[in-house]
């Protein structure tokens, strides 16, 4: 598909900054309080569009060094998913726990950043 101008983020930008900005002001109780859901799922499919091909990225990186050979982030994840049930990887196994928690931080920047404490060690 050839690239549109403005891309997909700049369009995403613009309606939630009339939504914000223009709407909002207008709006009251029960249509106030969609505006608001509907301006965080904007700013979610953003954020999306942003960091989602990275993160897969990432993770399936993570995951060939956990299972030791290559694929696609899907097939190693089932596996891996797999291998855990089966009690071939341990629960405790620090590299599976660090791959947990990466791809939980990764999954929370796109889907609720506010919930990631960045004044901690986990930040």
């Known amino acids: 598909m050839p690239a549109s101008k403005p891309d997909a983020t700049a ?26 859901v509907t301006t965080n799922v904007l700013a979610q499919v953003r954020r999306e569009l942003a960091l ?15 299972l030791g050979h290559p694929g696609t982030r899907d ?30 931080v990764e999954a929370l920047r796109i889907n609720n950043p506010k919930w990631l404490d960045t004044s901690g060690p986990a930040g």
């Open 11 to 36: 369009l995403l930008d613009a309606a939630i900054d009339y939504l914000e900005r223009e709407l909002s002001p207008t709006l009251t109780g029960y249509h106030r309080f969609q505006l608001r």
């Open 75 to 104: 097939e190693l994840s089932r596996e891996l998913a797999a291998r855990i049930r089966a009690g071939d990887v341990s629960l405790y196994d620090p590299a599976l726990l660090e791959h947990l928690r990466l791809s939980l």
């Open 52 to 66: 989602a091909p990275a993160q897969a990225d990432a993770e399936r990186t993570r995951l060939v060094a956990l």
